[in-house]
């Protein structure tokens, strides 16, 4: 593995910290605007990696979450951060199917975001981010590769829950 490699790889470690932490934020204004360090982050990670569509991916996120900070997203918006990513992306990838995905999954992430269904969410989230499994290891970002298949896993575990299929432990304190 070269320099570049590994340096990008603990770039995508820390962001993934980050991305564990947010699990943990309640507050919308907050977990928008941390989630755009961790966008940053990845983003220089896939640069690094010469991950272009991801890194266009991410930086877009930054910007869509900080449009979100302090108001809905209009349908217009939607359209509008969808078409300003895939023109970026046409413009500096070297084209490919891989390239693909950080789009497609960027954008159905940006269309369903405002979903009051919170099972439809999680489904969506876990689709979105298994094509981010697929990038990542092609883009040889095994750490954010590791932590995306963490990442399908507790959702599909949240699913499960939501759903009824698992039923959550009760805070039940055993007597003696």
Known sequence: MDNITIIANAIALAASFIMVGIG?????????????????????????????????????SIVRNLCCVNRNMSLALKVGFSVVQVALTLLVSRGGALEILPILATIVYTFCLDTKNPVFLKCIMAGTQSMWVVYDFAMRNYVAFTFDVFTICSILVSIAMLTGLIKPRGNRVKTI
Request: contains cysteine.
């Open 24 to 60: 943990l934020i309640r507050d919308k204004r907050r977990l928008l605007l941390t989630q755009c360090a961790q966008f940053g982050l990845m983003g220089l990670s896939n640069l690094l990696l010469g991950g272009l569509s991801g890194c266009i991916s991410n930086f877009i």
